[in-house]
């Protein structure tokens, strides 16, 4: 992979992580960006991705509140005290 593509990658990385508030992340698409990041890195005809980047959007927005979800059910009976 050349260079230039890795040395940014790793800057927007950096980037993302020193402007995490991460009292709040998990409430605002956390994983929005590695959405985007899969529908444009995805080796499919560009003519062909417009069909696609709403339903990888929703699939990844979907996908994360089934999670949430389960973890609530899964954690619901946990006491710390």
Do not use: C, Q
């Amino acid at each position: 992979m050349p260079k230039d593509i890795i040395n940014k990658s790793i800057n927007e990385l950096n980037e993302r992580i020193n402007k995490i508030d991460w009292e709040k992340y998990h409430k605002d698409l956390p994983f929005n960006n590695s959405a985007i990041a899969l529908y444009e890195w995805s080796p499919i005809a560009d003519e062909l991705k417009s069909l696609d980047r709403k339903i990888v959007l929703n699939s990844i927005s979907l996908k994360w509140g089934l999670m949430k979800d389960e973890f609530k059910k899964l954690t619901r009976d946990l006491n710390f005290n």
